[in-house]
């Protein structure tokens, strides 16, 4: 399915100049942004500087957007590659993590080490950004490999290789997890 | 744990909702950014003068470069062949010459080749050596987990597990340092970590 015409109408707006058209593209598709970059970061903040990061980026190459695939895979795919360049997330994580454990409150916001379920974004944590990337694009967004691969800029081959290697290092810190709490 | 159970409990986690508020505020937020930022360039209106300088730098640098291995290279033949891609001053010197731009350093019949990527994106790891022949044709490389190259004619993904294993992996076969007999369709592969050189 393609874009619909009031999305073809805010994209030319925007190329325009028209701040508020742009701001209608984001009010379509910020959820499924925040969702990708929380899935990414696994923290709320880093979503949120991510998911500017991303609608940033998009604007300023709104110019390259051909329109031959939907906007919102191409927006997917500009915040998809911001999530992997986004060099100082690492170092954030690390602080997160040290944070959380060092507090007992969960805060409403932010999900904590012990809430219920946190092992499995803790998990997806420990993952190379490359596999984790795989893990949220085929499993979370329903991307088959093929799609993934024209997503990530790499072949299917290398999907389906992140893919298994990434399901192989959950299952291990799954299961180890799951064992030590029951 | 099987696969499904997998699927299962990576599915049940949900992405905290977020206030109404919010949602309102976001998009004025980075409406507000981008005016802050300088302005999208009209179509057509491309700066080319600091592409071409860029382009020309690289060249120039990969030319250096080339210069530099081939002198290593000269020294160092006589003994190893291959022993250039696994000296750490070389790569070091490579590696901060190109921050972040190095995909790999390929070394074949044809001499040293230098892969670098458009962008600063190449994250730094543990660098990787590879050394692949189909038949006669060999070639070595160094370069980086989630490369894909193409060696011997062929293209290949090379991966780093959490174990500093090496998995290279084509369109028709796949090969692992912990299973180095298994299918690697008539190639001879042999690769490892190089995990203690210091960069």
Redesign the interface.
């Known amino acids: 399915m393609g874009d619909t015409d009031e999305e073809k109408t805010w994209v030319l707006q925007s190329r325009n100049?028209d701040?508020a058209a742009?701001?209608?593209l984001?009010?379509a598709h910020?959820?499924m942004i925040?969702?990708l970059t929380?899935?990414m970061t696994g923290s709320?903040a880093d979503a949120?500087d991510l998911?500017?990061e991303a609608?940033?980026r998009a604007?300023?190459q709104?110019?390259s957007y051909q329109g031959t695939a939907k906007f919102s895979s191409w927006l997917y795919r500009i915040a998809v590659n911001a999530c992997?360049?986004w060099?100082q997330r690492e170092m954030r994580r690390d602080q997160i993590y040290t944070q959380w454990a060092e507090s007992n409150a969960v805060s409403q916001?932010?999900?904590g080490p012990d809430a219920p379920?946190w092992e499995?974004?803790a998990a997806?944590m420990k993952l190379?950004?490359?596999q984790r990337a795989a893990?949220v694009l085929t499993?979370?967004d329903g991307h088959n490999h093929a799609e993934a691969a024209k997503i990530l800029g790499?072949?299917e081959?290398?999907v389906s290789?992140?893919v298994f290697?990434a399901?192989r290092?959950?299952?291990r810190l799954?299961?180890a997890k799951?064992g030590s709490n029951e | 744990?099987n696969?499904f159970d997998?699927?299962q409990?990576?599915?049940?986690?949900r992405?905290?909702e977020?206030e109404e508020d919010y949602?309102e505020s976001?998009?004025?937020?980075?409406?507000a950014?981008?005016?802050t930022?300088p302005?999208?360039?009209?179509?057509g209106e491309q700066h080319w003068p600091p592409r071409l300088a860029w382009g020309g730098g690289i060249a120039f640098a990969c030319l250096l470069i080339g210069f530099a291995i081939g002198h290593w290279h000269g020294r160092m033949e006589k003994n190893d062949p291959y022993a250039l891609l696994q000296n750490g001053k070389m790569l070091r010197e490579v590696l901060t010459l190109f921050p972040n731009r190095v995909r790999a350093i390929i070394q074949d019949e044809h001499g040293v080749q230098l892969v670098l990527s458009d962008?600063s994106?190449i994250?730094a790891s543990t660098p990787i050596y590879v050394h692949i022949c189909d038949g006669k044709q060999c070639s070595s490389l160094v370069t980086f987990?989630?490369q894909?190259l193409e060696i011997a004619g062929r293209?290949v993904?090379v991966?780093l597990?959490?174990q500093d294993g090496v998995?290279v992996?084509?369109?028709q076969f796949?090969w692992s340092s912990d299973q180095p007999a298994g299918a690697s369709s008539g190639l001879k592969i042999e690769a490892r970590s190089l995990s203690s050189i210091t960069l």
Request: net charge positive; aromatic share 8%; proline share 9%.
């Open positions: 100049g701040p742009f701001e209608s984001i009010r910020q959820c925040h969702s929380f899935r709320m949120e998911a500017q609608f940033i604007y300023r709104l110019d992997l360049n060099r916001s932010e999900p379920g499995v974004p997806l190379p950004a490359k893990i499993v979370y790499c072949s081959t290398t290789w992140r290697a399901r290092k959950l299952k799954l299961s799951g | 744990m696969d997998l699927e409990k990576l599915k049940a986690v992405v905290p977020r949602w976001f998009p004025r937020l980075v409406s950014k981008l005016r930022t302005a999208r360039r009209p179509v962008q994106d994250p987990s989630g894909e293209k993904t991966l597990d959490a998995i992996a084509g369109p796949a």
